[in-house]
């Protein structure tokens, strides 16, 4: 039986996790304060949404997560945090503003930046619509068609989020940003499920991460950024990308006549196993999802640390629920299957 789950909580990837742009909102940016009362009294989840919208006023320092991890803050939690200050709103901007093209006129510039700054997803589609029909032939649209794509994807509409990913792609086939949520948005059950071109979708896929990590490469270091700290935001990025392999991997094993496939599973294990390992912050998600494929390769042992490390990095989250449930039916599966013991 397929066991598939709905994992998306916040934004899919590493970047796509850091590349909307914090301009000013109605709120203004968290306090470390704000964020603790806030994971106390409502919890990570909603935390995680309003630091990601309203963004931090300070930057993640080892300090500072200590208290937060004290205030029983998740991986999640933290990631959102420190996606969220100062620091790493401007690297984002910086990441997604490597444009190429004609300059923008004055005005051009005025209404790109609106669409790129805009934290309200309704606001930021209506912004991005109405910038495609002002500048039909600007070198921005693509970005906007980008920014339109993530704001959809704050919505939960995959349907958009790929639609506008390769509209964007259309125009400039190197745009990163796009490469990366249109890689991990088509081996989303939302959108797989409803495809007849299944191993099509899954080879589009396949192809935009593998140009996405070829980008990866070129990434040019940000104004006073050092090795280690590039080196650190490019893994953060290609974690997002195995993982969208992965998922491709998991899918593709499930869609024979005939039984799973096993060398699209081991493939699989080996694309989360990077996703898991390349970054300091591993997604509770691509354990969950080692977990199953390991588990579906009849490596109970296997499953069950990784179905445990997702329920350690998931605390207070669904993923902390569901990997508990994997690990009580994978003792079962180990006990069936261990032949009595001789008399």
Do not use: W
């Not at 609106?114 to 921005?140: G, T």
């Not at 070829?214 to 270091?221: A, C, E, G, M």
């Not at 496939?261 to 493939?267: G, N, R, V, Y």
């Not at 898991?276 to 080692?290: A, F, G, I, K, Q």
């Amino acid at each position: 039986m397929r066991i598939r789950h709905a994992l998306l909580i916040g934004v899919v990837l590493a970047l796509a996790s850091t590349v909307r742009a914090q301009g000013p909102s109605a709120s203004a940016p968290m306090t470390e304060k704000d964020v603790v009362k806030e994971l106390k009294s409502a919890g990570p989840d909603q935390l995680i949404k309003a630091v990601s919208l309203r963004g931090a006023d300070f930057d993640m320092t080892p300090e500072i997560e200590k208290r937060l991890r004290k205030a029983k803050a998740t991986d999640q939690v933290i990631q959102a945090v420190t996606s969220a200050g100062p620091k790493a709103r401007a690297a984002a901007k910086a990441a997604a503003l490597g444009m190429t093209g004609p300059p923008l006129s004055p005005a051009e510039s005025k209404d790109f930046a609106a669409v790129r700054d805009e934290l309200d997803p309704d606001k930021a589609v209506a912004l991005a619509e109405d910038f495609a029909k002002k500048y039909p032939n600007s070198s921005a649209l693509t970005y906007a068609y980008a920014f339109e794509a993530g704001a959809y994807q704050q919505k939960g509409d995959v349907e958009k989020v790929v639609d506008l990913c390769e509209k964007s792609l259309g125009l400039n086939k190197d745009n990163l940003m796009s490469l990366i949520l249109v890689s991990g948005m088509i081996p989303q059950p939302q959108y797989l499920n409803q495809r007849v071109d299944k191993e099509k979708q899954l080879t589009a896929a396949e192809s935009y991460a593998q140009d996405a990590l070829k980008l990866l490469d070129k990434v040019p270091k940000l104004p006073n950024e050092s090795d280690a700290d590039l080196a650190k935001r490019k893994a953060e990025y290609a974690a997002g990308v195995h993982s969208a392999l992965g998922m491709v991997h998991l899918d593709r094993a499930q869609l024979g006549l005939t039984g799973v496939d096993k060398d699209e599973l081991a493939k699989a294990e080996q694309e989360y196993q990077v996703a898991v390992t390349t970054t300091e912050h591993p997604d509770s998600r691509d354990y969950y999802r080692l977990g199953e494929t390991t588990a579906m390769e009849g490596k109970l042992d296997d499953a069950i640390a990784a179905f445990t490390k997702a329920g350690e990095l998931g605390q207070g989250t669904m993923i902390k629920q569901i990997a508990d449930e994997q690990i009580e039916n994978l003792k079962k599966r180990k006990a069936q299957s261990t032949p009595p013991a001789k008399p």
